[in-house]
T-cell receptor, first 112, second 115 residues
């Protein structure tokens, strides 16, 4: 069973609307959690990184939250734009280990 | 751009062909990685090189053969592949390798199709 589960698998939203993506993980001991954005035909690019002590972090219209107790994270996209259409991947690191645990991603499609 | 380049961007090959994927990083990192990305699946780690030594070989079939001649370059040699090997192959680099968790910077990937 994968240690990082993302939901939904895909979603479609209208331009200007908000959406929230979910990530649940079982990786332990936890080190940090990153959200990556992957545009079609490109490699993933880091959006945010959160450590154990951080609850919220923003990067422009992207806001990530982390609840280390329940091992859940979310990525909120505000006022979506067509350029937000991409796959969003949750990636969790464990302490003392270079290996990353990847979620399968959520594909977001923003329509005009 | 992330500072990691990959060539070719697209590759179509028959099962009897031999080809190579190339990755180059311009970030001064000392660890490099190969991942396989299949549709609807999480990224799968294939190989890890730290300071030009292979530190991870994740039960990858021998038809995939990595090579790391220096800390800036990484190759993936392919031979007698199967159709199920069709995927996006991503290269990444990071400041450190084994024992620490550093951000990995990804290249744009090579879209491989095996006929």
């Amino acid at each position: 069973k994968n240690q990082v589960e993302q939901s939904p698998q895909s979603l479609i939203i209208l331009e200007g609307k908000n959406c929230t993506l979910q990530c649940n993980y079982t990786v332990s001991p936890f080190s940090n959690l990153r959200w990556y954005k992957q545009d079609t035909g490109r490699g993933p690019v880091s959006l945010t990184i959160m450590t154990f002590s951080e609850n919220t972090k923003s990067n422009g219209r992207y806001t990530a939250t982390l609840d280390a107790d329940t091992k859940q994270s979310s990525l909120h996209i505000t006022a979506s734009q067509l350029s937000d259409s991409a796959s969003y991947i949750c990636v969790v690191s464990s302490q003392y280990d270079y290996k990353l645990s990847f979620g399968a991603g959520t594909t977001v499609t923003v329509r005009a | 751009e992330t500072g990691v380049t990959q060539t070719p961007r697209h590759l179509v090959m028959g099962m009897t062909n031999k080809k190579s994927l190339k990755c180059e990083q311009h970030l001064g990192h000392n660890a490099m990685y190969w991942y396989k990305q299949s549709a609807k699946k999480p990224l799968e780690l294939m190989f890890v090189y730290s300071l030009e030594e292979r530190v991870e070989n994740n039960s990858v079939p021998s038809r995939f053969s990595p090579e790391c001649p220096n800390s800036s370059h990484l190759f993936l040699h392919l031979h007698t592949l199967q159709p199920e090997d069709s995927a996006l192959y991503l290269c990444a680099s990071s400041q450190g390798g084994s024992g620490r968790s550093y951000e990995q910077f990804f290249g744009p990937g090579t879209r491989l199709t095996v006929l």
